[in-house]
């Protein structure tokens, strides 16, 4: 019973491993520092293009 336990383990191991590789990735962090910077300069291209 207890070589049983092991091998199935070890195959959801496996299978959980596979199927976590073809899940789609979530997107890289951005901190909030970041996101206000990149926000402001948006903003300002937006308001440059405005101006033209």
């Given at each position: 019973?207890?070589?049983?336990?092991?091998?199935?383990?070890?195959?959801?191991?496996?299978?959980?491993?596979?199927?976590a590789?073809?899940?789609?990735?979530?997107?890289?962090?951005?901190?909030?520092?970041?996101?206000?910077k990149m926000?402001?300069?948006?903003?300002?291209?937006?308001?440059?293009?405005?101006?033209?």
């Open positions: 019973m207890n070589r049983q336990k092991k091998l199935q383990q070890l195959f959801k191991a496996k299978a959980k491993k596979a199927s590789k073809l899940a789609p990735k979530k997107p890289k962090y951005i901190s909030k520092a970041d996101r206000l926000a402001a300069e948006g903003e300002s291209e937006t308001s440059l293009i405005t101006e033209n």
